[in-house]
């Protein structure tokens, strides 16, 4: 969130009054509300079927592509 707080056009730009304790309530938030959830309901139970693994980078680009065996 630091780094969109002076670029309009960054998904980050929104949140750049928010303080330390406003962005950490935001990110729990995210993760209980959609990316925990997500987790649970899609990733756990697919992954056996999975062919590859996409690993972020720190800006959520594509970094490493892992093959998995089959």
């Known amino acids: 969130m630091e780094s ?4 309009p056009g960054s998904f ?3 949140f750049r009054e928010l303080d ?3 962005r950490r ?3 729990k938030r995210v993760w209980t509300g959609i990316n925990l959830p997500n987790l649970r ?3 756990v139970h697919d992954r056996a079927e999975a062919d590859i693994v996409i ?3 720190a800006d959520h680009r594509m970094g490493e592509i892992t ?3 089959r």
């Open 20 to 22: 330390d304790a406003g």
């Open 67 to 69: 093959q998995l065996p």
């Open 12 to 14: 980050y730009y929104a």
């Open 41 to 43: 309901d899609h990733i």
């Open 25 to 27: 309530d935001f990110a």
């Open 4 to 7: 969109g707080r002076n670029d």
């Open 55 to 57: 690993h972020k980078n």
